[in-house]
């Protein structure tokens, strides 16, 4: 039922990514299904987080970098060079490893996105911000201090108000790359809980090597090795009944 | 013994290196002291606010005027940074953020050249093109009757001149801002020139205003090549295209002559005070947003 077409929000086909002669992404195929948390697992320098960036075309900033293939989101391919990528990067929002809120209030880091979406009368962008501060569960500690700088913020606040700016531009998809591995574990078990939430309305797709991380939330697994996909399935397939050798391994601790 | 010896030389070597550093750092105390106790046969005998404010100077009959230095050094500065500075900020984006970084290293031997090229060179190719230029050309074309030797002449020659040095300070700002933070404006749908202008900038504010202390610090204190271009006539300049003086051209000038006119040396020291005094300020401004650019970034 998860492989059926209807279901998938990201189509990736043949996808290769070459920095030079190196190979950094072989022939990935994926589909990644609607509402539900995709994990791409695998040890670091697989290439997950080169795959995550395919697919908002952040690879666009790495000149060195040579992408084909498709990554179809909404039938659109993003990689295509005459696609509206402004646009299509707003149906995506990006939480990265470390939260690097921009250089301004707290405020202005929400009402940054929203005015890139065309929100103007002041009393919307308030209301606005308001809400999606409170959907990253933020809005309490931050109500009596919109006017200061995001940098004053703590760490864990910072990483929530990076979710509240990535929710802020309406998107359908949440890309997050290792979004926990620089919070302390309350600050990462709230992210978990709050993605849990959220698969209700997005679809996320979520990059870790943290194996305990992937088995508590993800419902789609993929699993990369060396710039391959070697495995993908649901969380029981992959993690209950693993039929490549590198899978068993990895998930037996072989290697991390 | 042998071992003695080591510890001897160690402690040698270690009250020399505490010499050495103490002799750095009172440096600038001992330089302001030293100008202060020249100068003060002036300070003593004059209000300060004439000194600064007085439009006079003949120095023959007793009266030291600086107010045509002062306003002439701040003109010419001025000009510099209105060239320079958007020359340099521009110059420094387009390098860091739209070409590849080979180009950067290939910028940067080109940078250092003309740091490297002696203010005097300046000041002869200021005589021989940029004099004429305005000359011949700029001044006509604003109906303006000049020789040339001007307030303009010198700001634009001391343009050229501090572009290396504001240039590389800017490229280095925002090589160093994370790429991260490009990526999360790009992914929030931000065209390239909107995180240009209000994430890249804004992180590199801080930086900018240091840079342009800098700038304008070395642009106040240059002597050789402006002495050589801005006329030096002591008179308070009513446009650019007027004759002016500096303050550093008013020591460079004259000290060594006419020192048998009293008070006259006093009043060179008191011009080298003002300079230092403001330099030091500038310096002072820099490291303040220095200082707040990298704990920005931390």
């Known amino acids: ?256 | 013994m042998y071992l003695l010896n080591r510890i001897q030389r160690h402690r040698v070597n270690y009250t020399w290196m505490i010499v050495s550093l103490v002799l750095v750092a009172s440096l600038p105390f001992l330089l302001f002291l030293g100008l202060y106790l020249k100068s003060f046969l002036l300070i003593h005998d004059y209000h300060l606010g004439d000194l600064l404010f007085s439009k006079e100077w003949k120095p023959g009959s007793g009266k030291f005027g600086f107010y045509p230095f002062i306003v002439g050094s701040i003109w010419v500065t001025l000009i510099a940074m209105l060239i320079s500075g958007p020359i340099c900020i521009l110059t420094a984006i387009y390098v860091t953020q739209y070409t590849k970084k080979r180009f950067l290293r290939i910028m940067h031997p080109a940078i250092d050249i003309l740091a490297g090229i002696p203010s005097v060179v300046y000041g002869l190719w200021g005589i021989l093109v940029i004099v004429p230029f305005i000359s011949d050309f700029v001044g006509p074309l604003f109906g303006v009757k000049t020789l040339g030797y001007s307030i303009l002449a010198a700001g634009l020659v001391l343009s050229i001149m501090i572009i290396p040095f504001i240039l590389n300070i800017l490229i280095e700002i925002f090589r160093t801002i994370p790429i991260e933070l490009k990526e999360a404006s790009l992914s929030l749908g931000a065209t390239q020139w909107e995180t240009i202008k209000h994430v890249l900038f804004k992180k590199a504010l801080p930086g900018i205003i240091a840079a342009f202390g800098f700038g304008l610090a070395r642009a106040f204190g240059e002597t050789m090549a402006v002495l050589m271009v801005v006329g030096n006539v002591v008179n308070l300049p009513k446009s650019v295209f007027d004759p002016g003086y500096t303050l550093p051209a008013l020591i460079a000038n004259n000290y060594g002559e006419m020192l048998s006119i009293p008070k006259y040396d006093s009043a060179l020291m008191f011009a080298a005070l003002i300079l230092l005094a403001v330099s030091l300020f500038f310096n002072l401004v820099m490291h303040f947003f220095i200082d707040r650019y990298n704990k920005l970034a931390a």
């Open chain 1, 1 to 256: 039922m998860m492989l059926d077409m209807e279901m998938n929000k990201i189509h990736i086909e043949n996808l290769n990514v070459f920095a030079g002669r190196q190979q950094i992404l072989k022939d990935i195929n994926i589909n990644i299904p609607k509402n539900k948390i995709t994990v791409i697992l695998g040890p670091s320098g697989c290439g997950k987080t080169t795959l995550l960036k395919c697919m908002n075309r952040l690879t666009d900033l790495y000149p060195e970098l040579k992408v084909t293939g498709k990554v179809l989101i909404n039938d659109k391919n993003v990689l295509d060079p005459h696609a509206d990528i402004v646009t299509l990067r707003q149906y995506m929002g990006l939480l990265m490893q470390r939260p690097y809120p921009l250089p301004m209030t707290i405020y202005n880091n929400i009402a940054y996105g929203l005015k890139l979406r065309g929100v103007k009368s002041r009393r919307d962008l308030h209301k606005q911000v308001m809400h999606y501060l409170q959907l990253a569960n933020l809005w309490d500690e931050v109500r009596h201090r919109l006017r200061e700088p995001a940098s004053r913020l703590s760490i864990g606040q910072q990483q929530r108000l990076c979710l509240a700016r990535g929710l802020a531009v309406n998107p359908e998809i949440i890309l997050a790359d290792e979004p926990t591995s620089a919070l302390d574990p309350i600050s990462s078990q709230y992210i978990e809980t709050k993605f849990t939430e959220l698969k209700n309305d997005y679809t996320i797709v979520l990059v870790t090597h943290v194996l305990r991380q992937a088995r508590r939330i993800a419902d789609y697994v993929v699993f990369m090795y060396l710039g391959e996909v070697i495995e993908q399935g649901t969380v029981e397939e992959v993690f209950g009944n693993p039929k490549m050798e590198k899978t068993k391994q990895y998930l037996g601790g072989t290697f991390n």
